[in-house]
Every structure is written in structure tokens, then in C-alpha cells.
T-cell receptor, first 117, second 114 residues
Framework: ELKVEQNPLFLSMQEGKNYTIYCNYS?????LYWYRQDPGKSLESLFV?????AVKQEGRLMASLDTKARLSTLHITAAVHDLSATYFC?????????????????FGKGTKLSVKP | NAGVTQTPKFQVLKTGQSMTLQCAQD?????MYWYRQDPGMGLRLIYY???????DKGEVPNGYNVSRLNKREFSLRLESAAPSQTSVYFC?????????????FGAGTRLSVL
């Protein structure tokens, strides 16, 4: 059974600080996604990481993937209040599960980020 | 652009009542999904449809049925609602072609079962 674990689950930061969210997964996967969810809203796709060593950056967020360690990180640089949200990582599952030919997503529990002035 | 549209946005049911959650996408995607989100949990897949005319169970299918009415629409039915089905339900769609296969989510349906 594929498990996806994020930590921390709650993160309170001050503006201007840096921090990293970690996403570990238990079996081989060829794709990892990061999503953002604002309170009461839907999920918004942030990054898709397709290969070992992949790094994607958008503004103050940078995501990386180490498929050998089964680890992805989401690094926040110089946090601002607008980044307050819940961040989810999700991993594609294919063989041995209910993925079908295209695979389906297994989500972590999410990291609730609060950035304070 | 509408993207993925879910109706209703909110619903309160009594135990044993039935209802259907509607989902439509205008992106011409082949694959559609239904998830539930519970406090402190990630999203869990209920059912999915890889293409028009096919549906398959996900991680938590018990108590639900689905219908892929056409390429645009994918509905989720609760035949006899239970308090354990109180949750936020999200529909999503994706295009399998290509490597990215990003899922696009609707705004969610907040369901309470009393």
C-alpha cells in the first residue's frame, strides 16, 4: 500500500523566514504533484515533478524530487502572508492498486502553513 | 473558463436520504474523479472514470455509486446517506495524454449528514 507522509502537518512562520515542507512516499512512483488549497476553496496545481533531480520554482516556492530517497521537498523562501494555505503533495500509484493505466493520486494529509507578520 | 463545475455547493441530508452530486468539465478531458476530504486527511479517491463509458472503484467506494453520463459529466450518488459520509467532496478531471496528467479540481460540495 502506498503511503504518503508530509511533515510538518502544521507550520507557523514569520514573514521573511525560510522553511521546508517534506513529503515522503513508500513505493516507487514516476510523478509527484504539489497542490495548494486556500480555506474553503478547491485545490490548485503548483508543480509537477517528473524525474529524479527535478526542480521547479515559482516565485517564493521551489519544489524538488529525489526518487531514490522517495522524497520531495517544498521550500519556502522569505515567506509572505499570501502564502498562508494548506499544501498537499500527491504521488501517482499504478501497479497493484486501483490506478488503471494512467495511475491515480495518493495524497498526503497536507501541511497547514500560517505566515504571520 | 469554467473548468470543473460542481453542484450543489452545500447540502444537508438526513440519515437514509439519497442524493446525487453533479460534476461537469469543459476541458474535453477523458478522465474524471471523485474524492472526499475529511478534516486532517488528504483527499481520498472514491471512484474514477478513465474514459467515457468506464468507471472503477478507488480507495473508499463503499456507500457510493457513479455514472459517467457522457464525456463532460460524472455524477456521484449516495443511495442511503450515513453520518460517516459527512465530508467535502471534490470532482476532478485530467487529460491522460502527455506526461503531466495534471488533475483540475472543482470548488467542492460540502455535505452534512445528520
Amino acid at each position: 500500500e502506498l503511503k504518503v507522509e508530509q511533515n510538518p502537518l502544521f507550520l507557523s512562520m514569520q514573514e521573511g523566514k525560510n522553511y521546508t515542507i517534506y513529503c515522503n512516499y513508500s513505493t516507487t512512483s514516476d510523478r509527484l504533484y504539489w497542490y495548494r488549497q486556500d480555506p474553503g476553496k478547491s485545490l490548485e496545481s503548483l508543480f509537477v515533478l517528473l524525474s529524479n533531480g527535478a526542480v521547479k520554482q515559482e516565485g517564493r516556492l521551489m519544489a524538488s524530487l529525489d526518487t531514490k530517497a522517495r522524497l520531495s521537498t517544498l521550500h519556502i523562501t522569505a515567506a509572505v502572508h499570501d502564502l498562508s494555505a494548506t499544501y498537499f503533495c500527491a504521488v501517482v500509484v499504478r501497479l497493484g492498486g486501483y490506478g488503471g493505466s494512467q495511475g491515480n493520486l495518493i495524497f498526503g494529509k497536507g501541511t497547514k502553513l500560517s505566515v504571520k507578520p | 473558463n469554467a473548468g470543473v463545475t460542481q453542484t450543489p455547493k452545500f447540502q444537508v441530508l438526513k440519515t437514509g436520504q439519497s442524493m446525487t452530486l453533479q460534476c461537469a468539465q469543459d476541458m474535453n478531458h477523458n478522465s474524471m474523479y471523485w474524492y472526499r476530504q475529511d478534516p486532517g486527511m488528504g483527499l481520498r479517491l472514491i471512484y474514477y472514470s478513465a474514459s467515457e463509458g468506464t468507471t472503477d472503484k478507488g480507495e473508499v467506494p463503499n456507500g457510493y455509486n457513479v455514472s459517467r453520463l457522457n464525456k463532460r459529466e460524472f455524477s456521484l450518488r449516495l443511495e442511503s446517506a450515513a453520518p460517516s459520509q459527512t465530508s467535502v467532496y471534490f470532482c476532478a478531471s485530467s487529460e491522460v495524454r502527455g506526461t503531466k496528467n495534471i488533475q483540475y479540481f472543482g470548488a467542492g460540495t460540502r455535505l452534512s449528514v445528520l
